[in-house]
């Protein structure tokens, strides 16, 4: 795998960030979508520029048609068109049912599930015609197994394997495979701000006994994303240290 045009949304921190940078490393060039990390996104460029790829940050919030359209546009203009999408960007707008509100369910759904199948729908148009593409989307355990004060992002995330597992039937006959990568506990933004002591009750649950990195999600969508994995799709690969083994 090498040579070949990726797409990775919310590329500039954390997880997409290291997908970015490993799809780089093996001689891809590629592009991130950022909303709101401009600075981040510019620097994770500038490491992908040292792997001799070209690389690309565009500012898009994935939950507006008319924004990825031109995400879209941009990177066919100035990279080619996209072959490995990685659906990476999300948000959390945590709370109990209860007191959840509208807003919080609407946003998460939007920017979790929605930009899922908006990007998927543009990468698609000329994946088809090329008769070769690769669509991973990062889904999560919680999807798997639910998790309290967060059912709108649980929502999302399980909503995102059922739509993996569709399009995969879909467009397999055209030689794209579609996948998605259940991540565990990985350490980033989002779980930086949990309290210690829910750190260790989720900690207490993985055989592994350690909290995951963000290199650990991104060598698993390397894996879908190259010929190594031509024969699979449609599948779930929970990355967690073995927290929903079953």
């Known amino acids: ?27 891809n060039n590629v592009a991130i979508s ?15 520029s040292t792997f001799g790829v070209k690389s690309l940050a565009v500012k898009c919030n994935v939950t507006f048609a008319d924004q990825v359209e031109a995400l879209f546009s941009e990177i066919e203009k100035e990279l080619g068109p996209v072959e ?5 960007a999300g948000v959390t707008r945590d709370n109990l049912l209860m007191r959840m509100k509208d807003d919080d369910w609407d ?3 939007s920017a979790n599930l929605t930009s899922v199948y908006r990007c998927s729908k543009q990468a698609l148009k000329k994946m088809v015609k090329a ?28 909503g995102i394997i059922g739509f993996s597992k569709a399009i995969a039937r879909e467009y397999g006959g055209r030689g794209i495979t579609v996948n998605a990568i259940a991540p565990g ?46 024969y699979i799709t449609g599948q779930v690969l929970a990355v967690d240290g073995g927290m929903t083994m079953c």
Do not use: H
């Open 1 to 27: 795998m090498s040579g070949r045009v990726a797409l990775v949304t919310g590329g500039g921190r954390g997880i997409g960030s290291a997908i970015a940078l490993e799809l780089a490393s093996r001689g």
């Open 185 to 230: 506990f990985i350490e980033t933004d989002m779980t930086a701000i949990l309290k210690e002591e829910i750190k260790q009750i989720m900690l207490s649950q993985i055989p592994l006994n350690r909290v995951g990195i963000p290199e650990d999600i991104a060598k698993a969508a390397a894996f879908f994303a190259s010929d190594d994995a031509a």
């Open 84 to 88: 490995i999408l990685v659906n990476n």
């Open 131 to 158: 008769r070769w593409g690769r669509i991973i989307n990062i889904s999560s355990v919680v999807g798997l197994i639910g998790n309290p004060g967060q059912s709108n992002y649980c929502a999302s995330k399980a």
């Open 107 to 109: 946003s998460v759904i």
């Open 34 to 48: 950022y909303n709101r990390s401009e600075n981040e996104a510019m620097k994770i460029c500038e490491k992908m």
